[in-house]
């Protein structure tokens, strides 16, 4: 089995602006910093003023599995499985997987 940093290093990260034209984002209002990462304007964020919010699911407090798996797992299933049945979801994750840094699993480590 590949350890996280073998398979963090395996993967092949898409452009920001690839991931922003998905999410109808155009180039211009993105501010990128490198090529994977980027804030949008303010200027179109306050364009989307008056359209209809989407729907927010959080998920939290859940005990992982004895094979690790846990809200960072559960919320990019989620987010993978959304986008397969069609729908136009994206994922935010804070703090994801503080315990590969110490060698073990769980933030508390």
């Known amino acids: 089995m ?25 180039e211009e209002a993105l501010l ?14 306050q364009g989307l003023n008056g359209r209809s919010n989407g729907k927010l699911i959080l998920v939290t407090a859940i ?9 960072t797992t559960t919320t990019v299933g989620l987010g993978d499985g959304l986008n397969r049945i069609g729908k136009n979801a994206m994922i935010c994750l804070r703090e994801p997987s503080l315990g590969p840094c110490f060698g073990m699993k769980g933030g508390a480590a």
């Open 2 to 26: 590949a350890s996280d940093i073998e398979i963090a290093r395996a993967a092949n990260m898409k452009p920001i602006q690839e991931i922003g034209m998905k999410l109808d984002i155009p």
């Open 63 to 71: 005990n992982p599995t004895p094979a690790g798996e846990g809200k």
């Open 32 to 45: 990128p910093y490198g090529r994977t990462k980027a804030k949008i304007s303010a200027d179109f964020l």
